[in-house]
């Protein structure tokens, strides 16, 4: 009698466990579409191929001077898709800050791994890249370790 107690109990607290676990991953996946971070991408943390991303696809990467805060924001970006910039909730990239729009900027991965364009949408705010501000409606060609650096205060790599 005492064993099967035991059985009861240890099965209990495991399905608990389980619930716990899976609330758990809800959550965060809810937290990080939030914030417009990928979550599943590439077979990368549980996604699929389809999504344009592999293990050799381009990312933007945050850089700070703040230790703590440099290397926190990883973004891939997937082939043949036009991936928006910008403070509204429609863009695959959501920033909110100083000189962020609505829609910032579109970057696009050439197919084959041919390079990177990262286009101003030209409707106010600030993109630079290495530096230089972008003319409105150019499109600037990015290279590895190129810095862009969208509104006043996100930087990338």
């Not at 005492?2 to 996946?29: F, G, H, L, P, Y």
């Not at 100083?98 to 041919?114: M, P, Q, R, S, W």
Request: with cysteine; net charge neutral; glycine share 12%.
């Amino acid at each position: 009698a005492v064993i099967s107690m035991q059985t009861r109990i240890d099965k209990t607290m495991w399905c608990q466990a389980q619930q716990a676990q899976q609330e758990a991953t809800r959550m965060r996946c809810e937290a990080l579409t939030g914030l417009s971070l990928p979550f599943a991408v590439g077979g990368m943390f549980g996604g699929g191929q389809d999504d344009g991303v592999t293990a050799n696809s381009p990312y933007l990467l945050n850089i700070s001077d703040d230790i703590s805060l440099a290397g926190r924001l990883l973004y891939f970006l997937p082939e043949n898709t036009q991936i928006s910039v910008g403070s509204e909730e429609s863009n695959r990239i959501r920033l909110m800050g100083l000189g962020i729009t609505d829609h910032l900027c579109d970057i696009v991965v050439v197919a084959g791994g041919k390079g990177v364009e990262v286009q101003y949408a030209g409707r106010g705010g600030r993109l630079l890249v290495d530096g230089v501000a972008v003319a409105d409606s150019q499109a600037r060609a990015l290279y590895h370790g190129a810095r862009i650096i969208f509104g006043r205060a996100f930087a990338f790599r």
